[in-house]
C-alpha cells in the first residue's frame, strides 16, 4: 500500500462527529474523488470511510460513518491523514508530490552536487526547496523555472542553476 499524506484533522465540528481538515493537496476537490483515507493508530493503519465533504474557509467538514458524534471527534483531532496514491489521479505535466522529491539529490548543471531535498513548503508565490548541505546549514532555493531545470524522479535527482546570490541565502 502506497500512502500519501493528504491532509490533518484539526478540529471537530458539530456535534453529529463531523471533522474539520486542512487539505495538504494543492487541489482539494481530489477528496470528492477519494472513497476513503486511512489515519495512523500506534503502528497501525484505520481505515475511514468518505461519508460527506463541505467546503468552508479553505478547509473541508468530512464525514466518516465510523465517527458517530463529536466524543468519538476529538479522538481524531491532530491525526494526519493519509491516501492511497493510485486513488489521487494523474497529476499535470511538470507538478511532482513532495514524497517523491524529499531525498533527491540536487545538482548543479556542471554536476556538482549541492546536496538532498530534506522538505518542500510553499511560500505563496512558489515552492521552496530546503537543501541538507555535508557540514553546511541548509540551502533554501526557490523553485522556479530560472532555477530549477530538470526533475528526474526515476534517476533521483534534480538539475539546477545556481543564480548569483543564490548561495549566500
Known amino acids: 500500500m502506497d500512502l500519501l499524506e493528504v491532509g490533518k484533522i484539526v478540529n471537530t465540528h458539530g456535534l453529529r462527529g463531523e471533522v474539520k481538515v486542512v487539505s495538504w493537496t494543492d487541489y482539494p476537490e481530489v477528496f470528492e474523488d477519494i472513497k476513503y483515507v486511512y489515519i495512523k493508530n500506534k503502528n497501525d493503519y484505520e481505515r475511514l470511510d468518505i461519508a460527506g465533504i463541505k467546503y468552508q474557509k479553505g478547509n473541508l467538514i468530512v464525514r466518516f460513518p465510523q465517527i458517530k458524534d463529536i466524543n468519538e471527534a476529538e479522538k ?79 534517476e533521483k535527482k534534480i538539475i539546477v542553476h545556481m543564480m548569483e546570490g543564490l548561495e549566500d541565502l
Do not use: C, Q, W
Open 76 to 154: 481524531y483531532k491532530n491525526h494526519v491523514i493519509y491516501a492511497e496514491r493510485d486513488m489521487l489521479g494523474e497529476l499535470p505535466d511538470g507538478a511532482h508530490y513532495i514524497a517523491d522529491l524529499i531525498g533527491l539529490d540536487v545538482i548543479e548543471e556542471n554536476g556538482e552536487k549541492i546536496g538532498v531535498i530534506a522538505d518542500v513548503f510553499n511560500t505563496g508565490s512558489n515552492d521552496i526547496y530546503d537543501i541538507k548541505r555535508e557540514g553546511r546549514k541548509n540551502l533554501l532555493l526557490p523553485v522556479i523555472d530560472e532555477v530549477v531545470l530538470d526533475i528526474n524522479i526515476e
